[in-house]
C-alpha cells in the first residue's frame, strides 16, 4: 500500500549541510509516524529523528540540535534537514513509517540513501 522513496544523500565535508526527503505514495490511514534511521558499516540501525501525524518531534542525543524532520503541507514528504555534520553521521539512511490504529500496525522502510560526511 504504502511506499517510501528516500532521496538526497550525498557526500560533503565536515560542518557541511545535506537535506533528505522521503517520498510517500499511498494512505497511511490512522496514527503515522515517520522516522529516519542510519546504518553504519558494523553498526545497528539506529533511530535518528521522528514524526507523528499529530506534530510531536523527537531526535537521537546525537543530531538533536543539528537535524531536523519536518513534512510538507500535503504530509506526503518528509525530510531531514542535517546541519553541521560530522563523520561520524557518515551512514545509509533509511525512512521508515509506522502507522495504522492499535493492534493493526503496518511498518514500512524506504530502500535508504547513502550519506558519507569527509573530515
Known amino acids: 500500500q504504502v511506499r517510501l522513496v528516500e532521496s538526497g544523500g550525498g557526500l560533503v565535508q565536515a560542518g557541511g549541510s545535506l537535506r533528505l526527503a522521503c517520498a510517500a505514495s499511498?494512505?497511511?490511514?490512522?496514527?503515522?509516524?515517520m522516522g529516519w534511521y542510519r546504518q553504519a558499516p558494523g553498526k545497528q540501525r539506529e533511530l535518528v529523528a521522528t514524526s507523528v501525524s499529530g506534530g510531536s518531534t523527537n531526535y537521537a542525543d546525537s543530531v538533536k540540535g543539528r537535524f531536523t524532520i519536518s513534512r510538507d503541507n500535503a504530509k506526503n514528504t518528509v525530510y531531514l534537514q542535517m546541519n553541521s555534520l560530522k563523520p561520524e553521521d557518515t551512514a545509509v539512511y533509511y525512512c521508515?513509517?509506522?502507522?495504522?490504529?492499535?493492534?493493526?500496525?503496518?511498518?514500512?522502510w524506504g530502500q535508504g540513501t547513502q550519506v558519507t560526511v569527509s573530515s
Open positions: 521508515n513509517a509506522a502507522y495504522g490504529f492499535v493492534g493493526r500496525l503496518e511498518n514500512v
Open positions: 499511498g494512505t497511511m490511514f490512522g496514527i503515522n509516524v
